[in-house]
């Protein structure tokens, strides 16, 4: 497939910037940019993007953009991967989609989808690469590689292996409706299953056991009265 390599210097969001790019026609395209100066996690919720990170948005048309969880998944599946090869370090995918270490934020992802004539989703990867410190208010949960690893990791070497692994993912699983694929590579990088959590969803707070994944990439938590599924929260990991 080809995709083409859009780099800025300075962008308020690379997602936004994606979302230019679709209203105009085009896709398969990968939106970088050194800085984000007003980018956003799930929920609107902010998102930090100074220099030294790994900002980039992909943005695809697929077939079936309405199963744009499964390109969650895919992306972190790929972020994990590339991390992992690259920096040599342990990471974990936490449900839905943080890459972290050691309970540490080293990676977010945010999918938008576009329903309607035209129909596409936009896939935002976002990784601490070279940061060496972070603000106050986010210092406690997240992390950057060369925090963990003391030394600078190539960011051009890990976006190109990253968008390597997204595109085999995309291509061979997701656009062939292999999902039963994806969820299983998923789980061997998760490390939520089996864990006891908390779950904050837009309702309520929920304590129990995740005990799985469904078809549909939500999470199954057993708590001490019953099954839930939960298709959209924040989780943390009681180690
Ligand atoms: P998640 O990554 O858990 O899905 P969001 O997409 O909502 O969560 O990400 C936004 C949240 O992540 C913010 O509310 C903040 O707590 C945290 N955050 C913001 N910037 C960073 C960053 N560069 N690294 C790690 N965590 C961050």
Redesign the pocket.
Same mark, same amino acid.
Request: aromatic share 10%; glycine share 6%.
């Given at each position: 497939m080809v995709f083409k390599i859009y780099h800025f210097k300075s962008l308020y969001s690379t997602q936004d910037k994606a979302e230019e790019f679709a209203s105009n026609g085009i896709e398969n395209v990968v939106v970088i940019s050194d800085v984000q100066t007003k980018a956003r *996690? %799930? #929920?609107n %919720? &902010?998102? %930090? !993007?100074s220099k030294g *990170?790994l900002w980039m948005s992909i943005l695809v048309k697929p077939h079936n953009a309405e199963k744009m969880q499964y390109l969650t998944f895919c992306a972190a599946i790929s972020a994990a991967d590339s991390i992992k090869k690259i920096s040599k370090l342990n990471v974990k995918i936490k449900w839905p =989609?943080?890459v972290h270490y050691q309970g540490k &934020?080293l990676c *977010? $992802?945010?999918t938008e989808g576009h329903f309607g004539k035209n129909d596409y989703a936009i896939i935002g990867i *976002?990784i =601490?690469a070279n940061q060496e410190k #972070?603000s106050s208010d $986010?210092k406690h $949960? !997240?992390t950057s590689l060369k925090i963990i690893n003391k030394k600078n990791t190539d960011i051009k070497k890990l976006t190109i292996l990253i968008i390597e692994n997204f595109f085999n993912l995309y291509n061979n699983y997701y656009c062939k409706n292999k999902f039963d694929k994806i969820i299983q590579k998923w789980k061997s990088h998760s490390d939520t299953i089996g864990k006891n959590v908390k779950v904050i969803t837009t309702q309520k707070t929920l304590i129990g056991k995740a005990i799985n994944i469904d078809e549909n990439c939500n999470l199954i938590l057993k708590t001490k009265h019953k099954t839930i599924k939960i298709i959209e929260g924040?989780v943390s990991i009681r180690y």
């Amino acid at each position: 497939m080809v995709f083409k390599i859009y780099h800025f210097k300075s962008l308020y969001s690379t997602q936004d910037k994606a979302e230019e790019f679709a209203s105009n026609g085009i896709e398969n395209v990968v939106v970088i940019s050194d800085v984000q100066t007003k980018a956003r *996690g %799930r #929920f609107n %919720r &902010k998102w %930090r !993007a100074s220099k030294g *990170g790994l900002w980039m948005s992909i943005l695809v048309k697929p077939h079936n953009a309405e199963k744009m969880q499964y390109l969650t998944f895919c992306a972190a599946i790929s972020a994990a991967d590339s991390i992992k090869k690259i920096s040599k370090l342990n990471v974990k995918i936490k449900w839905p =989609n943080d890459v972290h270490y050691q309970g540490k &934020k080293l990676c *977010g $992802i945010l999918t938008e989808g576009h329903f309607g004539k035209n129909d596409y989703a936009i896939i935002g990867i *976002g990784i =601490n690469a070279n940061q060496e410190k #972070f603000s106050s208010d $986010i210092k406690h $949960i !997240a992390t950057s590689l060369k925090i963990i690893n003391k030394k600078n990791t190539d960011i051009k070497k890990l976006t190109i292996l990253i968008i390597e692994n997204f595109f085999n993912l995309y291509n061979n699983y997701y656009c062939k409706n292999k999902f039963d694929k994806i969820i299983q590579k998923w789980k061997s990088h998760s490390d939520t299953i089996g864990k006891n959590v908390k779950v904050i969803t837009t309702q309520k707070t929920l304590i129990g056991k995740a005990i799985n994944i469904d078809e549909n990439c939500n999470l199954i938590l057993k708590t001490k009265h019953k099954t839930i599924k939960i298709i959209e929260g924040d989780v943390s990991i009681r180690y």
